[in-house]
């Protein structure tokens, strides 16, 4: 089985901008979460979704947003890029939502200048 | 509020010793945890998790310790490979009507010395 795949794997960004990231699950897996991680604040709850709708949301602003498609795809939208939100942004699925466990992609290294 | 604290950013094992890693936790609805290893440039990858209702789950070289009276839990690698070297994240899950998330600790960077 392929494992969960991100695109990009890197991104540029400047402030103010906005960004998409992409995360395709593994086969068969219909939840999917974001993750952001920063230096020393270890992996920070974005969203989860399972069957497109959002089951469960962590303390993020607005500014952050995110959608699943009906093959599980999702996608996660950043608007109004600040120089905080450099960050890698991780992508992981599982079977569904009962937690446990999660098996992440390589992430997305974004930088905002 | 860091419910899951991994006081310890860095530790240093000689090969063939010992790694304990500890992790800390301050929620106590949470009823499953679980270690995940990062190399540079991965994603994180699952080791071994526990549930609350045991307070030992072994897996070769990997052991996970659970205290939950002190809420605590730490992970034993016997013995250490300098392959071992990476950064080891602590997290736990509760259960939620609405589904659940992982709450990560920061990370505890490994160097297994050869």
């Given at each position: 089985k392929a494992g969960v795949t991100q695109t990009p794997r890197y991104l540029i960004k400047t402030r103010g901008q906005q960004v998409t990231l992409s995360c395709s699950p593994i086969s068969g897996h219909r939840s999917v979460s974001w993750y952001q991680q920063t230096p020393g604040q270890g992996l920070q709850f974005l969203f989860e979704y399972f069957s497109e709708t959002q089951r469960n949301k962590g303390n993020?602003?607005?500014?952050f947003s995110g959608r699943q498609f009906s093959n599980s795809r999702s996608e996660m939208n950043v608007s109004?890029?600040?120089?905080?939100?450099s960050a890698l942004y991780l992508c992981a699925s599982s079977?569904?939502?009962?937690?446990?466990r999660e098996f992440f992609g390589p992430g997305t290294r974004l930088t905002v200048l | 509020d860091q419910q899951v604290k991994q006081n310890s950013p860095s530790l240093s094992v000689q090969e063939g010793r010992i790694s304990i890693l500890n992790c800390d936790y301050?929620?106590?609805?949470?009823d499953y945890f679980l270690w995940y290893k990062k190399y540079p440039a991965e994603g994180p990858t699952f080791l071994i998790s526990i549930s609350s209702i045991k307070d030992k789950n072994e897996d070769g070289r990997f052991t996970v310790f659970l205290n939950k009276s002190a809420k605590h839990l730490s992970l034993h690698i016997?013995?250490?490979?300098?392959?071992?070297?990476a950064v080891y994240f602590c997290a736990a899950s509760a259960p939620g009507e609405y589904g659940n998330k992982l709450v990560f600790g920061a990370g505890t960077i490994l160097r297994v010395k050869s």
């Open positions: 993020f602003p607005g500014r109004t890029l600040e120089l905080g939100d079977l569904g939502p009962q937690g446990g | 301050t929620n106590s609805m949470f016997v013995p250490s490979q300098p392959g071992d070297s």
